[in-house]
């Protein structure tokens, strides 16, 4: 993996990106995040495509691109573009055009107000176009973690949500994977930070081909999110016990 050097000043707003194989929609999301945010630092993290988007990111003289020479996971991706970049503000989104680079600025602006903001699909009045299960299993899974971390999300699986350098410094992600999803929340809500959302709208993909696999990554969501519950007790069991 090549991790490009820092620039000299550093930058007020980072979009990350984590990619594999959306050279058919590469190009639009580009343009779309340059036009909605044209100073922000743009990173790419691409995830061993084969079809060409790493290429295309490479002629880019703008993008800051990072080339896993194998397939990571989401999850590395998304850790990786997070400890190359020193922004103040982060955005993070997909490059499947399914949330909308327009709403980067929206992002980044509510970040002046809580330093963690997820973007959810099910706060528009308008149900989100996806499947019933699928809508129902988010909405479930949401609720779950609610419960056992005290916040108050409404799409904890969303593909678009940023965090100021305050909350982006509390992170230690390890999961490679979609889990990561749940470690990322976990770490937060730990951490002292309450997850607040806007609404965000959500286009399904028509290019392309989704990377997720959503019965996998439910039952490795309940294992995940038992295992950070339990995490959590126990430290904070031990701090009880050192204090006194």
Not at 8 to 17: G, K, M, S
Not at 213 to 241: A, G, W
């Amino acid at each position: 993996m090549q991790i490009p050097s820092r620039k000299d000043r550093l930058p007020e707003v980072a979009v990350v990106t984590p990619v594999l194989n959306e050279r058919q929609s590469i190009a639009e999301f580009c343009r779309r995040v340059r036009a909605a945010s044209p100073d922000a630092e743009l990173i790419c993290v691409d995830n061993a495509s084969t079809d060409g988007t790493a290429e295309f990111l490479a002629a880019s003289p703008a993008i800051r691109l990072i080339r896993h020479e194998r397939n990571l996971g989401y999850g590395a991706s998304i850790r990786d573009g997070l400890a190359a970049t020193t922004a103040r503000k982060v955005v993070i989104i997909d490059a499947d055009l399914e949330y909308p680079p327009e709403a980067i600025p929206d992002f980044v602006s509510a970040l002046d107000r809580t330093p963690v903001v997820y973007g959810s699909r099910f706060l528009p009045s308008k149900p989100p176009e996806m499947p019933l299960l699928r809508r129902t299993g988010n909405r479930a899974l949401s609720a779950l973690f609610n419960l056992l971390f005290r916040q108050r999300t409404t799409d904890l699986y969303t593909g678009m949500k940023a965090l100021h350098r305050d909350a982006v410094d509390v992170l230690d992600l390890k999961q490679d994977g979609f889990e990561h999803v749940v470690e990322m929340g976990a770490q937060l809500a730990r951490s002292g930070f309450r997850i607040r959302e806007i609404p965000v709208t959500y286009a399904p993909r028509t290019r392309g081909v989704s990377k997720m696999r959503h019965i996998p990554e439910t039952l490795k969501y309940l294992r995940f999110v038992v295992r950070y519950r339990l995490v959590t007790d126990h430290r904070r069991n031990r701090c009880v016990r050192e204090g006194q």
